[in-house]
């Protein structure tokens, strides 16, 4: 357990101590450049991870976090291509089992997914980055494709909660590792990576579109088992899709642990030498050594490394000490606080609306005489081909001087709402499809931002449980969501109307945040 306060009888403290000229950055960022500002966490933390982020920085992007990118990306797929995985089975399953409240299909994701979030996010803290982060997607593909084996509405109901355990894990790991390796002049990459949030949903609705509108049971119609195979294909091609990307992980890339992770858990010279093996891959050279990072250290300061010590070190990482540090001063208090709001409400909304689009399509289209399931899934395909360029889209906005990350997730958070009260004018499917769409572009521009701005506002050893803290909202939150379609009507406009409030009341939370993290480095 280290003892992080600096001394201040016996010399220098940590940032005075700092050393400044050994790492120079090759971009614009100087030693103030960090989205947290001086003073708000651990000094002797914060004054290595300013000499870690430099000796990124002047690595620079290489074929390492190239390669990070991809595999990362993979995390962000699955992140959005099971809830949509669930959506759209929800009508063919509803059709074959007659469950009395189908909703239930969708709260036992959630369970799943809060579950996830609070076992690898707060874990990924304790346990480390790397396990995680391989295990997720495994998780996820063998409940995924054992699936297809559900005899009931029961069973399907279990796989679910099993599957979506995993997939829970995948953006409070990811995220995490990821930030902590890129240099602060490319941290937009983390916007970026929403690219594959979005076609992964496009990737679903593609295949789903010939299984799921060909090989599943018509609305309203008998339903045999043998008529309604569709979904059972559909599952076990998306959890091979989720192996695959999990066995490219396991066996083509080797990950290594973060270095500010390994820093924070005082293991200086570990965390030095990923910093080197980072260098290496990339074809280049880093001159940090560990005496830049104890020079960052005041007199007297030591850290307990036996035995006895680490085991009690693990017990005390269990408790809340980590949480406490997130609203140790009145502005992370603030800034922790609104966005754990932030993504509670968008918990909410979106699942109260996206996770029944199929379902509102088909009992839609079927009152304006074309609700077949063919069209259900050739509509949901189209709405999903729009969000991909929303992804790309928020990663050039949140680079601009006047919008930045904030201004990006306001707008486009309250653009959201805006399209879904639209919605509810629809007098024909065409109309409706288009406002989906807008629905469907301005949320993938939300989603994009929100999942690499979170992350930048906690500092590193309690970015797992602030991704996890946030993580958890937004599940229990969804829990909700299922429950209100179970005593509301989907056939009215009162889920819309409740999930567009929701949407515009939380981009204007967002305004309301201390850090805007544009043009500054991740501690």
């Not at 930030?179 to 490319?186: G, R, V």
């Not at 695959?244 to 030498?273: H, Q, W």
Request: proline share 5%.
């Amino acid at each position: 357990m280290e003892d992080r306060k600096p001394n201040s009888k016996t010399g220098p403290t940590a940032l005075e101590t700092a050393p400044k000229s050994e790492h120079r950055t090759t971009g614009k960022l100087s030693d103030d450049d960090a989205i947290i500002p001086q003073g708000q966490i651990d000094p002797v933390f914060e004054a290595k991870a300013r000499v870690l982020n430099r000796a990124i920085q002047d690595i620079g992007m290489g074929w390492y976090q190239w390669q990070l990118f991809v595999v990362v990306g993979f995390g962000w797929a699955s992140d959005n291509l099971w809830p949509i995985v669930t959506s759209l089975i929800f009508t063919p399953i509803a059709n074959e089992f007659h469950p009395s409240r189908p909703p239930l299909l969708s709260l036992s994701q959630n369970i799943g997914l809060l579950a996830g979030a609070i076992f690898w996010g707060f874990g990924c803290d304790i346990f480390g980055r790397k396990l995680a982060f391989t295990l997720t997607l495994g998780v996820t593909a063998v409940f995924g494709m054992a699936a297809a084996g559900a005899p009931n509405f029961a069973g399907i109901g279990v796989f679910a909660a099993l599957w979506s355990f995993g997939v829970g894990g995948n953006l409070p790991v990811d995220s995490a590792i990821f930030l902590e390796f890129l240099p602060a002049s490319h941290q937009f990459l983390l916007t970026i990576l929403s690219i594959d949030w979005a076609l992964a949903q496009l990737i679903a609705t593609l295949i789903a579109w010939p299984l799921l509108g060909n090989l599943t049971c018509q609305q309203d119609t008998a339903c045999r088992k043998s008529d309604n195979m569709g979904w059972r294909y559909f599952v076990i091609t998306m959890g091979g899709l989720t192996l695959i990307m999990f066995l490219i992980r396991f066996l083509c890339f080797t990950i290594f642990e973060s270095p500010k992770y390994l820093m924070g858990k005082g293991n200086d010279e570990e965390a030095v030498r990923m910093v080197h093996e980072v260098a290496r891959r990339n074809g280049k050279t880093s001159s940090l050594t560990v005496a830049d990072l104890k020079a960052c250290e005041p007199e007297g300061y030591v850290h307990r490394a036996n035995v006895a010590d680490a085991v009690k070190r693990r017990l005390e990482d269990v408790k809340f000490d980590r949480v406490r540090t997130l609203f140790s001063t009145r502005r992370l208090a603030l800034s922790t606080g609104m966005i754990m709001a932030v993504w509670a409400f968008i918990g909410l909304g979106y699942p109260l609306y996206n996770a029944f689009i199929p379902y509102i399509q088909a009992i839609k289209g079927a009152e304006f005489g074309d609700g077949s399931t063919y069209l259900t899934y050739r509509n949901s395909l189209i709405i999903a081909a729009i969000g991909v360029p929303g992804a790309l889209l928020g990663g050039y906005l949140v680079e601009l001087p006047r919008l930045g990350r904030k201004g990006t997730l306001s707008i486009s958070t309250i653009l959201t709402g805006v399209f879904l009260y639209c919605s509810t004018t629809a007098l024909n499917s065409a109309a409706l499809l288009g406002w989906q769409c807008a629905f469907n572009f301005c949320s993938n521009i939300m989603y994009a931002v929100l999942y690499s701005f979170t992350p930048e506002l906690f500092p590193t050893p309690e970015r797992g449980t602030g991704n996890a803290l946030t993580a958890t909202c937004n599940r229990i939150f969804g829990i909700m969501a299922p429950i209100i379609a179970m005593f509301a009507d989907l056939r009215t406009s009162a889920p819309v109307y409740t999930s567009g409030a929701l949407f515009i009341f939380s981009g204007l939370l967002v305004l309301a945040l201390p850090f805007e993290s544009r043009g500054k480095a991740a501690l």
